[in-house]
T-cell receptor
Framework: AQSVTQPDIHITVSEGASLELRCNYSYGATPYLFWYVQSPGQGLQLLLKYFSGDTLVQGIKGFEAEFKRSQSSFNLRKPSVHWSDAAEYFCAVGTPRRNRDDKIIFGKGTRLHILP | NAGVTQTPKFQVLKTGQSMTLQCAQDMNHEYMSWYRQDPGMGLRLIHYSVGAGITDQGEVPNGYNVSRSTTEDFPLRLLSAAPSQTSVYFC?????????????FGEGSWLTVV
């Protein structure tokens, strides 16, 4: 079975600074990888996903993530954060099994705080 | 462009009361699910459905009941509310059960059991 870890519960950055949120996974092959964002009082929304191919994935709202097989990581980055990026971010891992064992597992989330 | 709609948004229940959280989606999605979100625990799957008439248990099903009589609707019933069920509940849907599909979430239902 797969697992996913987000090592940072809270991250604080200044507006305009760069951002990197960490995500590590465990799975025996190349998994499906996702980042979702949850704005305050809202449901989760997909930011980006990786299935295969180019390891640098572009998403919505100026976010990108890089799949690094050697490090079992899928870190989320943004070059310059805006106050509206304050939210909780969830990394998720799925599998290409396409059977009853196929399921998506969410990390416990990283809450991003933005300093003005 | 409704997507996934959940009601109510907020609810306070007394211990032992029952209630139903409503969920509807207008995307003709086959797969629907309910999660609960608790601080430090992330999202945990309660129940899911792969189509009308088919439901199954997730990670934390105890104390909850579901049914799927139509493709659009997937209500979650709390049979006898307990303080441990105080949580934020999210309904979600996707095209199929396979994890490669994008999951669409409702806006959440904040439930407090006193």
């Amino acid at each position: 079975a797969q697992s996913v870890t987000q090592p940072d519960i809270h991250i604080t950055v200044s507006e305009g600074a760069s951002l990197e949120l960490r995500c590590n996974y465990s799975y025996g092959a190349t998994p499906y990888l996702f980042w979702y964002v949850q704005s305050p009082g809202q449901g989760l929304q997909l930011l980006l996903k990786y299935f295969s191919g180019d390891t640098l994935v572009q998403g919505i709202k100026g976010f990108e993530a890089e799949f690094k097989r050697s490090q079992s990581s899928f870190n989320l980055r943004k070059p310059s954060v805006h106050w509206s990026d304050a939210a909780e971010y969830f990394c998720a891992v799925g599998t290409p099994r396409r059977n009853r064992d196929d399921k998506i597992i969410f990390g416990k989330g990283t809450r991003l705080h933005i300093l003005p | 462009n409704a997507g996934v709609t959940q009601t109510p948004k907020f609810q306070v229940l007394k211990t032992g009361q029952s209630m139903t959280l409503q969920c509807a989606q207008d995307m003709n999605h086959e797969y629907m699910s309910w999660y609960r979100q608790d601080p430090g625990m992330g999202l945990r799957l309660i129940h899911y459905s792969v189509g009308a008439g088919i439901t199954d248990q997730g990670e934390v099903p105890n104390g909850y009941n579901v049914s799927r009589s139509t493709t659009e609707d997937f209500p979650l019933r709390l049979l006898s509310a307990a303080p441990s069920q105080t949580s934020v509940y999210f309904c979600a849907s996707s095209y199929s059960r396979y994890s490669g599909n994008t999951i669409y979430f409702g806006e959440g239902s904040w439930l407090t059991v006193v």
